[in-house]
């Protein structure tokens, strides 16, 4: 039984060179689409955390909000329309505005995220914003997202030390007096927590009361999201829209992917990565089948068929697929970390991902090496004598 693997690798190991530069090209491509595509699932993840947290099993939207910071509103009244259906057990209202203010400490401009609801019951899934509920009662007091970008650290170490921070926000001094944690996004900094009466104050020219931007619907126990979202859908007028929490998130995920040009880019640059890569290692391997072409010559004279010839150059293609993808990966995880530090965004490595990184690189390896085929495919005893 002829050995194939051996004879791929001694290939290899022959050259030093030139596979540490087959190497070094494949981790750079699998940087490339490891950085785009994480950017692509921070994105998506990061303008996403928010919907995750709310106390909710279906949501009221207005028909034309396009996403969490572009929110139109829909009449209140269609919360206490929701409340006479049986299996609906509370209907609140979520008043939510994008805005500039004047950073603590720092004093520069910034989006951020405000949020505004009836402290008496909390919608949010976390405990240290439903410890704290107490406090926003109070007019013009707020809660800080400890998990804003790294600007504000300092305003968090304030806050984190039992103290006040006041800063200037749309002509009105507030005061942060608690933090909690979701995390800032691509669109606001971070976020801000008030009672629905702050809120009011804040924005006042721009909202009043009978205005919701999300209608947060929780259902008694046993009751099908599903089903109960196709009622309401029948009985409420067109003037707003019933989603589950996977309707919910995917309508927030359309949007950037659909209605913004980011989510094009980053799929863009994960495609060039591919392409890369794959011209990179197309050069490399073509130019070693070219110098071997005697030898590859030779093993035909003496009886190896081209399916044997051809094993070889994919077997040569999948190791160096593997070796390429190894310190590539590494080296994302550390830029991963390094992005994360300094951006605050949920930049993570996963196992879907970094198996569909492997499967990539081992199709980028793959095709190169079959374009490269053909030049085996023309070798011939004759190029033996010359």
Not at 77 to 101: C, G, H, K, N
Request: aromatic share 10%.
């Amino acid at each position: 039984m002829k050995s194939r693997i051996p004879l791929a690798w001694l290939q290899l190991s022959r050259a030093n060179n030139r596979m540490v530069v087959a190497i070094a090209g494949i981790a750079f491509a699998d940087i490339l689409m490891f950085m785009q595509m994480g950017f692509k699932a921070a994105l998506y993840n990061s303008n996403t955390l928010l919907h995750r947290e709310l106390r909710a099993d279906l949501f009221l939207i207005s028909p034309q909000a396009r996403n969490l910071t572009g929110m139109s509103t829909f009449p209140r009244r269609r919360l206490y329309q929701a409340m006479s259906f049986a299996p609906v057990a509370s209907a609140d209202a979520l008043y939510i505005r994008l805005a500039e203010w004047k950073a603590p400490i720092t004093h520069f401009n910034r989006l951020i995220l405000v949020l505004g609801f009836n402290p008496k019951q909390s919608i949010l899934n976390l405990p240290e914003v439903n410890q704290n509920l107490d406090k926003i009662k109070l007019p013009n007091v707020l809660l800080f997202d400890r998990g804003a970008r790294n600007e504000y650290s300092a305003t968090v170490a304030e806050l984190e030390r039992g103290r006040t921070v006041f800063t200037e926000f749309r002509g009105r001094q507030i005061k942060l007096n608690g933090l909690f944690k979701i995390g800032a996004s691509f669109a606001a900094d971070g976020i801000l927590i008030a009672s629905d009466q702050t809120f009011f104050r804040l924005f006042s020219r721009l909202q009043t009361a009978n205005e919701v931007n999300i209608g947060l619907i929780a259902l008694k126990p046993n009751s099908d999201p599903k089903q109960i979202a196709a009622i309401l859908k029948a009985s409420l007028p067109q003037d707003v829209k019933v989603l589950t929490r996977a309707e919910f998130i995917e309508f927030e995920k359309k949007y950037w992917a659909n209605n913004t040009p980011i989510g094009f880019i980053f799929n863009l640059g994960t495609a060039i990565g591919f392409f890369v890569g794959l011209v990179i290692f197309y050069q490399i391997l073509y130019n070693d089948i070219s110098e071997r072409l005697p030898e590859y010559a030779t093993l035909k004279a003496i009886g190896y068929g081209h399916a044997y010839l051809l094993a070889v150059v994919f077997q040569q293609a999948l190791i160096l697929a593997v070796l390429g993808y190894i310190p590539g990966c590494a080296i994302s995880l550390g830029l991963y970390s390094l992005t994360i530090n300094a951006t605050n965004l949920p930049l993570f490595m996963t196992l879907e991902k970094a198996t569909f990184v492997l499967a990539l690189t081992v199709l980028m390896c793959s095709i190169a090496g079959a374009i490269a085929m053909k030049k085996i495919g023309d070798s011939d005893p004759v190029d033996l004598l010359f």
